[in-house]
């Protein structure tokens, strides 16, 4: 879905604000953001909990600037890490302006759902439902679960969208616009998101990782962009680093005489230069680097509390 044409924040007259998604695992928050957004800020996969930390991106509808904050997935969490990703996401929520509970309206109310909706009653933000993937379903079921969700928690509107396709999304962004507080805009006009394209191009890196192995590869792999070092021919070289737990994990990535890695790369580089509209030099290397899980520096990184 493309944006709308700009107004200048000069003009006067504008709203802005922070719109959390929060939902389960996989239940299309980074799709929507992207669908919202106009392009790709947020990576997609199949494997749950993919988005760890906060990742904003920024739509213009009319004279608003909304902010949308793409949020890890909520669900039970049994490690260090995923205590940190479920804390920032609830943080996410508490610190927004809207916060936009989004549901997988086909696998319905889940056990981590209604942890999700009893929880929320603790959310003083005014609140939007939002049941996504409803292609998938016949009106009168969506009707039936729309009225029993509801019930749970107070929320001002019920959207029925797909993320993947926009349905419904318009009619999203339209409400937004008018909902969100009058004020200046927060970021340029041109700007799509807050991440750092060396970020950025790391989290390129990753999800073309998991595409591939995400299967065989275990939850525990990180990608930092070690080198970002611009060439006189305007293009960029990129040196990377694909981080595992062990040596049985790093012949994974490998794969079969470098194969596996090499086809990472490139489906990664294409991607990374048309974000940073330049061609790229990528170069990827995968290190053992046990118990990454359990170092404070790599959650620093990640924008995450290692506290606790």
Known sequence: MAKTDAVAPESGGTRSGFVAMLGAPNAGKSTLVNQLVGTKVSIVTHKVQTTRALVRGIAIRD???????????????????????VRTAWSGAK????????????????????????????????????LNKVDRMKRERLLGLAQEISGRAEFERVFMISALTGSGC??????LAGRLPEGPWYYPEDQISDLPLRQLSAEITREKLYLRLHQELPYAS???????????????RIEQ?????????????????????????????KEIAEAAEQPVHLFLFVKVRENWGDDPERYREMGLDFSK
């Open 63 to 85: 004279r608003t600037q909304i902010v949308f904050v793409d949020t890890p997935g909520v669900f039970q969490p049994k490690r260090r890490l995923d205590r940190a990703m």
């Open 95 to 130: 610190d927004a302006d809207l916060v936009l509970a989004i549901i997988d309206a086909d696998r319905g109310i889940s056990e981590e759902v209604e942890t999700i909706l009893e929880r929320l009653k603790e959310v003083r933000q005014p609140k939007v439902l939002l």
């Open 170 to 175: 318009d009619d999203l962004m339209d409400f």
């Open 222 to 236: 990180t990608v930092e962009t070690e080198l970002w070092e611009a060439r006189k021919d305007g293009s960029v």
């Open 241 to 269: 680093t694909i981080y595992v737990e062990r040596e049985s994990q790093k012949r994974i990535v490998l794969g079969h005489k470098g194969e596996t890695i090499k086809a990472i790369g490139q489906a990664a580089r």
